[in-house]
C-alpha cells in the first residue's frame, strides 16, 4: 500500500455541487497538507495541520474548507464547486526530518 | 514571506548535455530547499534537500543542486542528461525552525525539461 492514498483519483462534478477528496497516510507523521496544482503555477498551499487539534490556513484556502478525522486522515471539502476549481490535488505528509511524501493525486474537474 | 522563482518554464537539451534548471528563493530566515520531479500521470518525487549541512547536495538519480547563500540560489545540475530525465522539476523552499513557514513548503511555477535525442 502506498504511503499517501488519495481517494478519488479522477473526479467530474457539477458546479454547485458539493465534494469530498480524502487522504490517509500510513508514515505515522503529525503534519499534513493538501496542495492544489495549476499549470505553469506549481503547487499552492491549501490548508495545513500540524496535529489532530490544530488547523491553518494556507495561500488559497477560499472556497475550501478541511477536516482532520484522526492522525492519518485529512479530507478536503469543496461546499459548492466551481469551474476554476478544476485542477489536480495532492496530499502530503511530513515528519520532523522534512521528508514529505506525497501521494497520487486527484484530478478533479468541475464542469 | 518566502518565495521560489524558476528561470525557465521550459529546458530542452539533447541526451547527453549538461542539465541546468535555476532556481532563486527569498527567506526571511535559512532556509530549507528542495527539488522535487513529477513524471507524467504521477506524484512528486523528492530529488534531494538542503537543510544546512553540507551546501553542496546529492539526490537520486545523479542529479545534484548547491546552495549559494550569496546568491539565493539552489540550482539543480546533472552532468549527462538521460532520456527518461524528461519530466517536470519543482524547487521548493520552507523556513527552518523559528520562521513563519517553518514546516510548509513554497513551491516554484516548475520547469519541464524535455531531453531529445
Known amino acids: 500500500d502506498a504511503d499517501v492514498t488519495q481517494t478519488p483519483r479522477n473526479r467530474i462534478t457539477k458546479t454547485g455541487k458539493r465534494i469530498m477528496l480524502e487522504c490517509s497516510q500510513t508514515?505515522?507523521?503529525?503534519?499534513m497538507y493538501w496542495y492544489r496544482q495549476d499549470p505553469g503555477l506549481g503547487l499552492r498551499l491549501i490548508y495545513y495541520?500540524?496535529?489532530?487539534?490544530?488547523?491553518n490556513k494556507g495561500e488559497i484556502s477560499d472556497g475550501y474548507s478541511v477536516s482532520r478525522q484522526a492522525q492519518a486522515k485529512f479530507s478536503l471539502s469543496l461546499e459548492s464547486a466551481i469551474p476554476n476549481q478544476t485542477a489536480l490535488y495532492f496530499c502530503a505528509t511530513s515528519g520532523t526530518d522534512y521528508g514529505y511524501t506525497f501521494g497520487s493525486g486527484t484530478r478533479l474537474t468541475v464542469v | 514571506a518566502q518565495s521560489v522563482t524558476q528561470l525557465g518554464s521550459h529546458v530542452s537539451v539533447s541526451e547527453g548535455a549538461l542539465v541546468l534548471l535555476r532556481c532563486n528563493y527569498s527567506?526571511?530566515?535559512?532556509?530549507?530547499l528542495f527539488w522535487y520531479v513529477q513524471y507524467p500521470n504521477q506524484g512528486l518525487q523528492l530529488l534531494l534537500k538542503y537543510t544546512s549541512a553540507a551546501t553542496l547536495v546529492k539526490g537520486i538519480n545523479g542529479f545534484e543542486a548547491e546552495f549559494k547563500k550569496s546568491e539565493t540560489s539552489f540550482h539543480l545540475t546533472k552532468p549527462s542528461a538521460h532520456m527518461s530525465d524528461a519530466a517536470e522539476y519543482f524547487c521548493a523552499v520552507s523556513d527552518s525552525a523559528g520562521g513563519t513557514s517553518y514546516g510548509k513548503l513554497t513551491f516554484g511555477q516548475g520547469t519541464i525539461l524535455t531531453v531529445h535525442p
Open positions: 527567506s526571511s530566515v535559512p532556509p530549507y
Open positions: 508514515k505515522g507523521h503529525d503534519r
Open positions: 495541520s500540524f496535529d489532530v487539534k490544530d488547523i
